[in-house]
Every structure is written in structure tokens, then in C-alpha cells.
């Protein structure tokens, strides 16, 4: 089961996720086989980290519950909320995949959360399938309602990443800078 988990800072965490960087990507290693993509967020700035990203594919919502709540940050407290939830893998491959690679361009995570049910069930498709880098609908804890999509996207700015998604049907609209995470 693939599941989608974006960890946000609480204001004035970022010297604690500093004191914890360490922890954090030794916690991650135990999952590199899992993760089919992960990275920090960014405020407009492009600079200062505002969270972090995770889509991983887990056997279970207890074992993905597992992975959000214990991850050290979180437990630390430098996170303000948690938004996990299924999720599907429409591309079907990880980040690592992506025929742009991990640097070129303006990255960005794009999540639209309802009201209209069956919004963006299929990918796009031409020259934005080509910019996609993660695409899929958030669902229901029983896989079975969407609830949303996130998409991770490579776009000239914001308002280009916003427009992977479909103008009027979302009741809310997030757009985050974002870059490909991992250790270096």
C-alpha cells in the first residue's frame, strides 16, 4: 500500500531539525527500499525549510502510521501536524526515475484536497506528463474515497506547478517549493 506523509514544521523548529538531522536520515535508511520519493518543502524564500515529504509504500496504514509518528522530528516535536494518507501511485515508478534527474529546474509538491469527488484521476498527458515527477489521488484510509491528489512536479514557478491541477474543482490548494531529498 503506497502512502503519501507531509510532515510541517511548527514556527521555529528549524534549529531542532538541525540538533536532529542526524536521527532523521538514520531513520530514513531503514526505509530506503520503500520510499518512492522524499524531500524538504520550502517557503517562498526557497531557502527556509517549512516540511518534509514522504511517499512510501508500506504493507499496512499501521505500519505507515508507524513510519509518520515515529520518525524523530515528529517525536521531538518539530512538527506541527501530519497529513498521511493513502495514496495511489499513477506513474508507477519513484523519484529516482524521473527522466529530469534529481537538479535540474524549479521543483515543487502541488496538493489539491476536495470537494469534487474524481478529480485528476489520470495523469496528464503531453508536456506535462514529461514534468511529472510523483502523481496520484490522496484516498480514504480504506483506499476506496479520493479525498485529494498530490503531485510532486517540475514547473518554471508556483502558479505553472499549480496548473498540473484542475482549475476550480479543489476546495483548497497548497504549493510548495520542493526539492529531491535523500542523503548527499
Given at each position: 500500500m503506497e502512502f503519501f506523509c507531509f510532515h510541517r514544521d511548527r514556527v521555529g523548529s528549524l534549529r531542532l531539525r538541525e540538533e536532529l538531522g542526524e536521527a532523521h536520515w538514520a531513520y530514513m535508511d531503514q526505509y530506503e527500499a520503500?520510499?518512492?520519493?522524499?524531500?524538504?518543502?520550502?517557503?517562498?524564500?526557497?531557502?527556509?525549510?517549512?516540511?518534509?515529504?514522504?511517499i512510501v509504500d508500506l504493507p499496512d496504514s499501521a505500519a505507515a502510521r508507524a513510519f509518520?509518528?515515529?520518525?524523530?522530528?515528529?517525536?521531538?516535536?518539530?512538527?506541527?501536524?501530519?497529513?498521511l494518507r493513502r495514496w495511489r501511485n499513477l506513474l508507477g515508478r519513484t523519484m529516482w526515475d524521473f527522466p529530469g534527474g534529481p537538479t535540474t529546474g524549479n521543483r515543487y509538491l502541488v496538493i489539491g484536497l476536495g470537494p469534487?469527488?474524481?478529480?485528476?484521476?489520470?495523469?496528464?498527458?503531453?508536456?506535462?506528463?514529461?514534468?511529472?515527477?510523483?502523481?496520484?489521488?490522496l484516498l480514504s484510509d480504506d483506499g476506496e474515497a479520493w479525498v485529494g491528489t498530490?503531485?510532486?512536479?517540475?514547473?518554471?514557478?508556483a502558479e505553472g506547478a499549480r496548473g498540473v491541477l484542475?482549475?476550480?474543482?479543489?476546495?483548497?490548494?497548497?504549493?510548495?517549493?520542493?526539492?529531491f531529498g535523500g542523503r548527499r
Open positions: 520503500e520510499l518512492i520519493a522524499r524531500g524538504p518543502t520550502f517557503a517562498d524564500d526557497g531557502e527556509t525549510p517549512t516540511g518534509s515529504v514522504h509518520a509518528f515515529d520518525e524523530p522530528n515528529y517525536q521531538a516535536g518539530a512538527y506541527r501536524d501530519v497529513l469534487d469527488p474524481a478529480t485528476d484521476l489520470d495523469v496528464p498527458s503531453g508536456a506535462a506528463r514529461d514534468e511529472l515527477i510523483a502523481y496520484g489521488p498530490a503531485v510532486l512536479v517540475r514547473a518554471s514557478d484542475v482549475e476550480g474543482r479543489y476546495a483548497d490548494v497548497e504549493v510548495w517549493a520542493w526539492e
